[in-house]
């Protein structure tokens, strides 16, 4: 992966992460001071929640710039789109 490259959308999916990232700091607190479970659990799933919601921004935003398609609507390199879709 030594493409390199930086969409619009990046700098927003970095502070979803960030914020996200800042969540699960707090849930590993939760857990060490003996917090309810089902609090734990619902943070948890707030945390899963935000890093899918970045991840499918970040495919969606990959399609949107990233995949050409020919003057027919067909994408020529369809092995980019196989291989991003993998992760949905």
Same mark, same amino acid.
């Given at each position: 992966m030594s493409? @390199?490259?930086q969409?619009? @959308?990046?700098p927003k999916i970095a502070a979803r992460l960030k914020r &996200?990232?800042?969540?699960l700091a707090r849930v590993i607190e939760m857990i060490e001071t003996g917090?309810?479970?089902t609090e734990i659990a619902q943070q948890m799933y707030a945390v899963e929640? &935000?890093? !899918?919601?970045a991840k499918r921004a970040l495919i969606h935003d990959h399609i949107d710039h990233?995949?050409?398609a020919d003057a027919d609507?067909?994408?020529g390199n !369809?092995?980019?789109f196989k291989d991003i879709t993998r992760y949905l």
């Amino acid at each position: 992966m030594s493409d @390199s490259h930086q969409h619009s @959308s990046h700098p927003k999916i970095a502070a979803r992460l960030k914020r &996200a990232n800042g969540h699960l700091a707090r849930v590993i607190e939760m857990i060490e001071t003996g917090r309810p479970c089902t609090e734990i659990a619902q943070q948890m799933y707030a945390v899963e929640k &935000a890093i !899918t919601n970045a991840k499918r921004a970040l495919i969606h935003d990959h399609i949107d710039h990233c995949l050409e398609a020919d003057a027919d609507g067909h994408i020529g390199n !369809t092995q980019d789109f196989k291989d991003i879709t993998r992760y949905l």
